[in-house]
């Protein structure tokens, strides 16, 4: 029936093997058909499954229309099956007519399915899918590209010395001598053939030494070129890689147009000379930027995690290795007189982004969530005001300390703000949620005081309506909302930024689970207490969510007393102060789970701001 396609798959996995098709380089919206293995009983079901769009999460499809499975088979770690797919999409948003052109992805393991509707799990991030180099009909089987030009490979290394280069980056700015600099990268156009670029790279590193460019000043679909040393060994392999979409680097599909000469790894100090074309190669098309005409941001950077195998991509640099970029766009190709570029170091930046993480920790989790604990659980034990200077006080420096962080996130990225727009869940959807949710609780954060303002008297006729809003309804939205975007936020900086990895995140998780367990606790403690004490305080010291309930059914009127410590235009001169109201019963229960609450909490988040200041 030639209105279906033929596949037959087979390679060593103990969960999946699959092939998908994209109208792009990357798995999103990917359309992907594999042969999954059942965990129950290891058979294999061959399944039609894609990924959502914008993301590389994948699922089946709504159904399997237009899927026949042939033959499937499990042996010695080893998984094949046949099958055939109509040509034609049968799952509208799902399938792509497959006769087109498309970049083919090819990947294997994961785990293997809990169920006959799973789709594929997750690969492992060691083991990313390959892709084809070019898009390609697999109905026609004919490449949509032209085949490669054939290039003249220069005959011999570069003359000149590294010093002699066209453009230099030297860091620190300055050193004049490769081998006294922390990182020196010279390129010029190669001597005996105009259409390569001539590569010199060396540095302080035991993984690698890198020069990237890219049309943005970040590192996505960024072209990488380095120096990667193989294990512990001294040898040391040029390899061209790329940034497909996001910040994970992985090796071009081949190395076409790249010429080795030299490579060391001598006392710690990586070094490399080759030549690479500076025009486009069809065979990587994609992963290769065309250096011969184009205005790119360049990168430089080291790392200390060496490949585990030649032809490895290079391994995520740590964050106080962050590369440092230039300042403006440069077009390589034009630059005739020697130059030493400038460079603008994401030290700066990466500082800025620490300080941001640390106001906030003090802002929110420290100032905040204390303001918020004398009013949830210390009137009774302060009734003649106190815990609400507290509170007040708490709140106003956490909004400030706020409003700190939140203009240092704005100035630390001004340059690396995406082009697609600032919501945009498909390149990082954790950041984009973390900035969304940070706008939304710095604006409701500034609306709250601005609505205590307006208040009336504790025992006016509407204030309950300023209770519901300030209290239940704001108070509680940002409370819920700033312990969502710190975990967030801690995620994010644990996989971008700090040595510790995901530590600070687990830091915080804790954290979270002690404040939540005691919240619950409390709760339960005083809403039984008050249920189970005198009738007249039940509306007094049961947990604020429960006093309107407890005061209907006890007929008090005064739950609102002792709110602020004084009204609005003082007491009349020939009445007496009100005498001090004493502390409630439980008063020395309120004062123990205050103690608590900061014993646990300050050493947490001080543990936290010394990890997120750890300098590089």
């Known amino acids: 029936d030639p209105s279906f396609l033929d596949f037959y798959l087979e390679g060593d996995a103990a969960g999946w ?56 088979s499990f042996e010695n770690g ?49 083991q990313p899918p390959a892709l084809s180099l070019m898009t390609v009909n697999l109905v026609t089987a004919q490449s949509a590209t032209p085949a490669p030009p054939v ?36 390129i010029s156009t190669n001597e005996d053939n105009s259409s390569f670029f001539d590569f010199y790279i060396e540095g302080d590193a035991n993984g690698w030494v890198a020069v990237g460019f890219s049309e943005s000043r970040n590192m996505f679909d960024a072209d990488v070129l380095g120096c990667n040393r193989i294990g512990t060994s001294t040898t040391v ?5 790329w940034n497909p979409g996001s910040r994970t680097n992985i090796a071009d599909g081949n190395q076409d147009g790249v010429v080795t000469y030299s490579a060391s790894f001598v006392d710690g100090r990586i070094s490399c000379n080759f030549s690479r074309f500076a025009g486009l190669l069809s065979t990587d098309a994609g992963p290769d930027l065309d250096l011969a005409n184009g205005n790119y941001f360049i990168m430089f950077g080291v790392g200390q995690n060496p490949a585990s195998a030649a032809g490895s991509a290079l391994l995520t640099h740590r964050p106080q290795s962050n590369p440092s970029l230039t300042t403006e766009q440069i077009d ?49 034990a302060l009734p003649n005001g106190e815990w609400f200077q507290v509170h007040r006080s708490f709140l106003i420096a956490s909004l400030f300390v706020g409003a700190l962080g939140f203009l240092l996130i704005f100035v630390a990225l001004r340059d690396n703000l995406p082009n697609n727009g600032l919501i945009n869940f498909t390149g990082n959807p954790t950041g984009t949620a973390h900035f969304i949710i940070g706008i939304i609780i710095m604006a409701l954060h500034i609306a709250n005081p601005i609505i205590a303002i307006f208040r009336c008297k504790p025992d006016g006729k509407h204030r309950w309506i300023f209770n519901l809003l300030h209290a239940s309804t704001i108070g509680l939205l940002v ?3 700033a312990l969502v975007n710190i975990g967030l936020g801690t995620n994010i900086f644990g996989t971008g930024f700090s040595r510790f990895g995901n530590d600070i995140f687990w830091v915080y998780i804790g954290y979270l689970i002690f404040f939540l367990l005691l919240t619950v606790g409390l709760f339960i403690l005083f809403t039984v207490l008050a249920l189970t004490g005198d009738n007249d305080d039940r509306g007094k010291t049961a947990p604020s969510l429960l006093k309107p309930l407890l ?20 007491l ?45």
């Open 78 to 126: 080893r998984i094949s099956c046949s099958f055939s797919r109509s040509i034609a999409a049968m799952d509208a948003g799902q399938d792509l007519n497959l006769n087109g052109d498309y970049f083919v992805m090819y990947g294997t393991n994961g785990g293997p399915a809990f169920s006959l509707t799973a789709g594929l799990s997750a690969h492992s991030f060691a």
């Open 237 to 241: 392999e040029v390899v061209d890689t």
């Open 479 to 481: 409370e819920l909302l």
């Open 551 to 570: 005061a209907h059914n006890t007929g008090s009127a005064t739950i609102q007393q002792g709110v602020e410590m004084t009204t609005p235009g003082g």
């Open 332 to 380: 390589i190709a034009e630059e005739e007189e020697p130059v030493e570029v400038e460079i603008a170091g994401f030290g700066s930046r990466e500082r800025l982004v620490r300080a941001h993480g640390i106001l906030m920790i003090i802002a929110w989790p420290v100032l905040a969530m204390t303001a918020i604990f004398f009013a949830a659980w210390m009137k009774p």
């Open 17 to 72: 093997v699959a092939i998908g098709v994209s109208e792009t380089p990357d798995m999103f919206s990917a359309d992907v058909l594999g042969c999954n293995v059942l965990s129950t009983d290891l058979t294999v079901f061959v399944v039609d499954t894609w990924n959502l769009e914008g993301s590389r999460f994948n699922q089946r499809d709504t159904t399997d229309d237009g899927l026949v499975a042939h033959t499937t």
């Open 572 to 616: 009349p001169a020939k009445e007496e102060p009100p005498k001090r109201k004493p502390a409630s019963q439980d008063a020395p229960i309120r004062w123990v789970a205050l103690g608590v609450f900061l014993s646990v909490m300050l050493p947490m988040m001080f543990t936290l701001i010394v990890l997120i200041a750890q300098d590089p």
């Open 151 to 186: 290039v003249i490979v220069p005959p011999l290394p570069p003359t000149r010395a590294p010093e002699d280069s066209r453009l230099i980056v030297s860091i620190p700015e300055g050193c004049n001598i490769s081998s006294q600099c922390d990182l020196f990268v010279g």
